[in-house]
């Protein structure tokens, strides 16, 4: 079956632009995370979607980062105004159930990442 | 800041040997979950040990849990070339809202 799928794989920003990271999670599974990876680090969290409802996000680095998740199925992140220190792999991860706050921990299955180059 | 600390940050191991690798954490935890991830790829699932159990096993893998002592090892046996990857613990707190908290990972690489 399908996995978790993003795009675009790599992506090159000047600094100051735009960009906006896709992520189509596994179908039916109701949980997505997006995480920021540094290179030669673990992935950092950044944020957390129920369904539609973004209930932490508290790993989100600056008001320049927004995510969203309209229909509760595709997610992206967006980044404005980018800066170089912005340069990671983000990750997207999906799993079946949702997750109580400080609950259980479902599998995540995660999506291949997209390299964001800020030059 | 990450919760999780493995150790070694780098282990490189003769096809064959075995590898440990481990992890600490700060804060009480659910459940603890070891990941595995190829060179430019996304992570993949290996096990998760919940805060009662002590050990568990899943083929070549065995991890252990001490919560006294806040950590955990990874044990992979027979180790192959195919097993060259980063590993990485996860692990949920109790009063973490809705993080997975991962650690810096260990680079293990098998040689043939």
């Known amino acids: 079956g399908a996995g978790v799928s993003q795009s675009p794989r790599y992506k090159v920003a000047k600094r100051g632009q735009d960009v906006a990271l896709r992520c189509d999670p596994i179908s039916g599974h109701v949980s997505l995370f997006w995480y920021q990876q540094a290179l030669g680090q673990g992935p950092e969290f950044l944020t957390y979607f129920q369904n539609e409802a973004q209930l932490d996000k508290s790993g989100l680095p600056s008001d320049r980062f927004f995510a969203e998740r309209p229909e509760g199925s595709v997610s992206t992140l967006k980044i404005q105004r980018t800066q170089q220190e912005d340069s990671a792999v983000y990750l997207c991860a999906s799993s079946l159930d949702s997750r109580s706050s400080g609950g259980s921990q479902e599998t995540q299955y995660f999506g291949p990442g997209t390299r964001l180059l800020v030059l | 800041s990450q919760q999780g600390e493995e150790d070694p940050q780098a282990l490189s191991i003769q096809e064959g040997e075995n590898a440990t690798m481990n992890c600490s954490y700060k804060t009480s935890i659910n459940n603890l979950q070891w990941y595995r991830q190829n060179s430019g790829r996304g992570l993949v699932h290996l096990i998760l040990?919940?805060?009662?159990?002590r050990e568990k096993h899943s083929g070549r893998l065995r991890v252990t849990l001490d919560t006294s002592k806040k950590s955990s090892s990874l044990l992979i046996t027979a180790s192959r070339a195919a097993d060259t990857a980063s590993y990485f613990c996860a692990t949920d707190a109790v009063t973490g809202g809705f993080k997975t908290i991962f650690g810096a990972g260990t680079r293990l690489f098998v040689k043939a």
């Open positions: 040990i919940r805060s009662n159990e």
